[in-house]
């Protein structure tokens, strides 16, 4: 049963040891070429995708009593795919049944089985872009990206991090105490990795494999029979990975069941009873704070690893490079309209100005500065498309037609139904309307008395509300030493001085630990030792030596 994980164990190693080191590394290519993936894979992809449309999606052996889903793609059409659904009970008691099996087969044949899935579904990422693409609204580039390479590179990154620490002690040793004149102790000891039980992937619609994937093969990796549940209106990207990993499975001699998908529809949602029920022992949630406070508070029994709510923030201090920050920060504002965990909202500016290489700016011309920068990156309706992408869900732009009151209009956004480009509001740093979550293409520029007061209040924000990002631009060395103690007091990532094609919302798979669990914008860490390690436990038995 150990074909698979010897076949890719190159791959594997040089993960861990990229996971060490922290440096660029990646096996799964970002570029969506037809010279890497094949001559015509592109156009297969979307042929494989339009024959999913329009009928029931099938998943040999799956549990079934009904068929579920009706997600409408951003960019218009429904997609007409039904799912195999059942009752959470059925399903429970599917992956029960799978468990020992797992259990029983072992670190390196469930690795193995990881592994090959892995490499299945980067074969297949156009595929994934276009199923992301049609049901979280983000752009072609984007989707092939976050949905494909980018999501597989968290995938590897959890079951190489899970393979080190699973692997990290001996399974086996001989203890001999000595007894002075007396013979001494003689013992045989063996250690068992053994997985806690049922798992629960709980995804999101923005984007269901980059955020799903490190709890999905964290866990399966770890022996814990997994049941996904997507979000209603980004079904089909699950799906599909759900139905790799269950025929790796059976080639594997493991059962299916391992790996099962929780269907439901708005308003019959099944979740609170998937979360609730004894056996599942881990939930992997991305999602409101609001809802992450009700697992926390009804879903006792599980391990809880969460991406929720924060306020991402920027403060602009000074700059030897006013043109390329604005430029920066318009892209890092506009990609994907703003729907993306890292994507800042305040901009702390001072009320007086700043200093920059075109001379002095003032809270007015630095904020007219990032209002330009968004309009030069749009000016061109076609990069503006794929830039911006689709609103994922109607609410966004109910948030956002709602927001035009909260703050003196810097920018407008433009663009109709799920099409929106980023609005800009100038606050006081006395209102309150910054100090929450405002999810979608919507940015405050927040007048402060100082670089270290707008330092204290995004920290301060970060601590209390919770953030993943925070981005300085300053040329004060020492000024720039307070922010970093600052913000790392306040357990968020900071990005100082971005310039180029490197921006705050980017997180690099195998160097950057996605959210840090250090403020209330999660409580786990993609990939640390800690994400994984609570996922099997180590048990001894022993016996005196032969």
């Known amino acids: 049963m150990t074909e698979l994980f010897d076949r890719h164990r190159p791959m594997l190693e040089a993960a861990a040891s ?14 969506p ?17 339009e024959s999913l449309l329009n009928k029931p999606f099938e998943i040999a052996g799956h549990p079934e009593t009904a068929r579920l889903g009706a997600e409408l793609s951003p960019f218009g059409p429904a997609l007409g795919i039904t799912y195999p659904a059942a009752a959470p009970g059925a399903l429970i008691a599917a992956g029960e049944a799978a468990r020992p099996a797992l259990a029983a087969a072992g670190i390196e044949a469930r690795i193995g089985v990881c592994l090959e899935a892995l490499a299945r579904l980067n074969a297949m990422s156009f595929l994934m872009a276009n199923a992301v693409m049609h049901t979280t609204g983000q752009a072609f580039a984007m989707a092939f990206q976050a949905g494909g390479p980018h999501a597989q590179d968290r995938a590897l990154e959890a079951v190489a991090m899970a393979w080190a620490e699973m692997t990290r002690f001996a399974a086996e040793a001989r203890w001999e105490k000595p007894q002075g004149k007396a013979a001494p102790i003689v013992l045989e000891k063996h250690w068992r990795v053994v997985p806690v039980g049922v798992s629960l992937a709980i995804g999101c619609n923005t984007f269901p494999t980059w955020n799903s994937y490190s709890g999905i093969f964290a866990s399966l990796a770890t022996g814990n029979p997994v049941i996904v549940k997507p979000h209603p209106a980004a079904i089909l ?20 069941d391992a790996v099962l998908l929780a269907v439901d529809a708005p308003g019959a949602e099944i979740t609170k009873d998937l979360a609730t029920d004894p056996a599942v022992k881990l939930i992997d949630y991305t999602g409101s704070g609001a809802f992450g406070d009700w697992l926390r508070a009804h879903a006792r029994q599980a391990q809880l690893f969460t991406e929720e709510t924060g306020v991402n923030s920027v403060v602009i201090a000074g700059s030897d490079d006013f043109a390329g920050l604005c430029a920066n920060l318009a892209f890092s504002l506009a990609l994907y309209s703003g729907q993306m965990c890292t994507a800042p909202q305040n901009i702390y500016v001072p009320a007086g100005g700043i200093e920059t290489d075109q001379g002095p700016k003032s809270f007015d011309e630095v904020a007219a500065g990032i209002a330009a920068a968004i309009d030069a990156l749009l000016a061109d309706p076609a990069r503006a498309e794929g830039v911006l992408g689709r609103l994922a869900n109607p609410a966004t732009r109910a948030r956002l037609d709602a927001a035009r009151g909260l703050g003196r209009v810097l920018r407008e956004s433009s663009g109709e139904g799920r099409l929106a480009s980023p609005l800009l509001l100038a606050v006081d740093g006395e209102d309150p309307v910054s100090g929450a979550e405002c999810f979608g293409p ?17 920290a301060d924000l970060a601590r209390e509300k919770g953030a993943i990002t925070a981005a300085l631009w300053d040329t004060d060395e020492a000024r720039i030493a307070r922010a970093i103690e600052a913000f790392m007091a306040a357990g968020v990532n900071l990005s100082i001085n971005l310039s180029g094609a490197i921006f705050v919302n980017q997180s690099a798979g195998f ?7 250090a403020n209330p914008a999660g409580t786990a860490s993609l990939t640390d030792t800690a994400f994984v390690t609570p996922r099997f436990r180590r048990v001894m038995w022993r016996r005196p030596a032969a």
């Open 18 to 31: 990229a996971l060490r080191t922290r440096g660029y590394w990646t096996p799964f290519a970002e570029v």
């Open 237 to 256: 990207p699950l799906a599909l990975t759900v139905r790799v990993l269950r025929a790796v499975l059976v080639e594997a001699g493991l059962p299916a």
């Open 442 to 458: 919507i940015a405050f520029v927040v007048s402060v008395p100082d670089a270290d007061a707008g330092i204290a209040r995004a």
């Open 33 to 49: 070429s037809g010279k890497i993936y094949g001559e015509h894979a592109r156009e297969e992809g979307l042929a494989s995708y």
């Open 511 to 517: 160097s950057d630990f996605h959210v840090t669990g």
